[in-house]
């Protein structure tokens, strides 16, 4: 079996291939989870995945498939395991090749854990590839997160910007169990809808939904972060600025890049993928022979597995470049 990058992540043996995380719709695809840059239709997806799909697109053009379901596309046998990332995220079991799409090894309160994967071949994600780029303990940060949300929102009032997708949702969690329930925007709350059919308990209510009064006496708003720090913020984002809130964001950027940290008043370093740490820990515990980054910092990271951990290792290659049966 060759693995390569074209038109997505490319598994080919023979004359036949899949692509995961494609480029494109297509129906020899499947898709890792919803966020914007590996979602396709016309693939093969999860169902909360699916979901999200529908909700921010309206297109429902997918074939779904359940965790641990074995099913076949171009006579490949694939499976779709937790990744921990977001609702419904996944990765991606293939014949003895594991592609971990945007994974999380720590947990979330709401998506679940990437747990290691015995593989011959890992296709992993290098966001926080760089061996600087470890995040503080997540269960520190989230203790920090509910002691400021407690102590801002009663006073001032409090907007936290996070990713509609995945972080809005840990935010609400963590404010839940300080006892706040948020007031969420229509973005956050289509999106935490979702986690709600699908088990996930969270208490918010939608802005858009509260009378006038309600809207002035709001404590918390979990927006976007784009709503929250962009230029053209919206409504409950100036209501809420009016009264003097104070801001926050949630990203695991926080803790590595000053912009993330501009226009806001405090920032914690939550983020819904793997660091450096957890990554070379995820590596070592699949005990894979072949490993190839994507998405990030592929070529220290590649550099970083083959120093620490002696495991042959290379930024995933073009079509053309090499194959599987090379390296092993």
Not at 117 to 129: A, K, M, N, P, W
């Amino acid at each position: 079996m060759e693995v390569f990058d074209y038109k997505g992540i490319c598994l080919k043996r023979d004359k036949r291939a899949i692509y995961l995380d494609p480029s494109s719709g297509r129906p020899d695809g499947a898709v890792s989870h919803a966020h914007s840059d590996h979602l396709k239709p016309k693939t093969h997806m999860t169902e909360p995945t699916k979901e999200v799909m529908i909700a921010r697109t309206g297109s429902k053009e997918a074939t779904t498939h359940k965790f641990h379901e074995k099913f076949k596309i171009n006579d490949f046998e694939l499976e779709f395991v937790s990744a921990g990332h977001v609702v419904g995220s996944a990765m991606i079991d293939c014949e003895g090749v594991l592609y971990t799409g945007d994974y999380n090894p720590y947990g979330t309160v709401t998506a679940g854990v990437a747990k290691p994967q015995d593989c011959d071949t890992l296709i992993v994600e290098s966001t926080y590839g760089k061996p600087d780029q470890v995040l503080p303990d997540r269960n520190e940060v989230l203790s920090d997160l509910q002691a400021w949300i407690m102590a801002t929102s009663a006073k001032e009032g409090a907007i936290i910007g996070a990713y509609s997708l995945g972080k809005a949702q840990e935010v609400i969690a963590t404010a839940n169990l300080g006892g706040v329930t948020p007031v969420v925007s229509d973005v956050v709350a289509s999106v935490s809808d979702i986690y709600k059919r699908n088990g996930v308990k969270l208490e918010y209510n939608t802005y858009s939904e509260l009378t006038e009064n309600e809207q002035k006496t709001a404590e918390l708003l979990v927006t976007s972060t784009t709503a929250a720090n962009g230029k053209k913020q919206d409504e409950a984002v100036q209501n809420m600025r009016k009264k003097g809130a104070k801001t926050a964001r949630v990203s695991g950027w926080c803790a590595f890049s000053e912009w993330a940290l501009r226009s806001v008043d405090a920032g914690f370093p939550i983020s819904d993928h793997s660091d450096f740490s957890g990554t070379m820990k995820f590596v070592e515990e699949c005990n894979p022979k072949q490993v190839y980054t994507v998405h990030g910092s592929t070529k220290e990271l590649a550099k970083q597995i083959q120093k620490q951990l002696g495991i042959d290792a290379q930024p995933l290659p073009k079509y053309g470049q090499t194959s599987i049966e090379k390296y092993n």
